[in-house]
């Protein structure tokens, strides 16, 4: 593993005109499912990729036939907006039914072919689950109980609760030109999954923090722990031979890291699709006693 510092004149400041927001998009599974397919055609995980793969492509079926849900009111939303509170955080918002009913659909349209056997036997255990069940399991991961959901089931419920929030994103959108000043979602107050840098018109060379729920993207100047803030020691971890394309800022302030990606130098990259084919990088840098800040909700490792 390599270890660099880097400086960054966007560190500081503020930079005219940013797109402080870039809202979640209707073919976000869409494009999650095509780069694991992707990635999973060479190297050591494969079958997990060909996995999430699937599961992905069955996000998008079930995002595309989700129904309307209940929404904030626009007095709410102005009133989130204005005081940087996130107005879906899970917390706070009324968790509506028929998040379940996204998950059978989600469940009905997975390609089981793609699903190892112990998968499968998830997909029938929470189709005949008692509502409660799941409803417990769904609690325990948006409160980061990972350890309280079954290993084999929870990826799939974390599948559906993204949909769900991601279905509600884009009902609302986003505030423009407002700047969102924090570390966490600003329409969902999750945590980012990974951080990008853009390589498209204004976002031009920007990083961007992406939600692991909602998909929701939101602007964090570079250099800057996505965790406290922080913009002394940062620090930048690689696999030695495996190029410039990701790697995972550290900081030595809270001793925590988040990946990121460099779409200058791997213009395929999605950030919530590559990050589970790097999961190499995770467990060296967890050597060297940093902890990840967010989490992939389709890959749970503390789960029972």
Not at 147 to 167: C, G, I, M, N, S
Request: aromatic share 6%; with cysteine.
């Amino acid at each position: 593993m390599s270890q660099r510092t880097i400086t960054d004149g966007s560190a500081g400041g503020r930079i005219a005109e940013i797109p402080h927001l870039r809202p979640v998009q209707a073919g976000v599974f869409a494009e999650r499912a095509e780069r694991l397919q992707q990635l999973a055609r060479s190297g050591a995980w494969q079958p997990y990729l060909r996995w999430a793969a699937a599961l992905s492509a069955a996000q998008h079926t079930a995002l595309r036939g989700a129904p309307a849900l209940p929404r904030p009111s626009e007095d709410v939303l102005a009133h989130c907006f204005e005081h940087a509170m996130p107005p879906l955080s899970p917390e706070g918002h009324p968790r509506n039914s028929l998040w379940r009913t996204m998950l059978y659909d989600m469940l009905r349209a997975v390609d089981t072919a793609a699903l190892p056997p112990a998968a499968n036997s998830s997909v029938e255990a929470l189709l005949h689950s008692e509502d409660a069940r799941l409803e417990a399991a769904a609690d325990a991961l948006l409160a980061g109980a990972f350890t309280e959901v079954d290993a084999a089931q929870a990826p799939f419920v974390a599948a559906a609760l993204q949909v769900y929030w991601a279905k509600l994103a884009l009902q609302i959108g986003g505030p423009v030109g407002v700047p969102i000043a924090t570390r966490l979602c600003p329409l969902c107050g999750s945590h980012p999954v990974a951080s990008v840098v853009r390589i498209d018109g204004a976002a031009y060379g920007l990083r961007y923090l992406v939600c692991s729920l909602c998909a929701t993207e939101w602007h964090m100047v570079r250099v800057k722990c996505s965790a406290c803030a922080s913009t002394k020691g940062i620090s930048y971890l690689g696999i030695d031979g495996g190029g410039d394309a990701v790697k995972a800022e550290c900081c030595d302030e809270c001793h925590t890291y988040l990946k990121i990606f460099y779409l200058e130098k791997e213009t395929s990259a999605v950030p919530a699709a590559d990050d589970l084919a790097t999961l190499a990088l995770d467990m060296l840098v967890d050597e060297e006693g940093y902890h990840r800040v967010g989490p992939n909700l389709l890959f749970v490792p503390g789960a029972a």
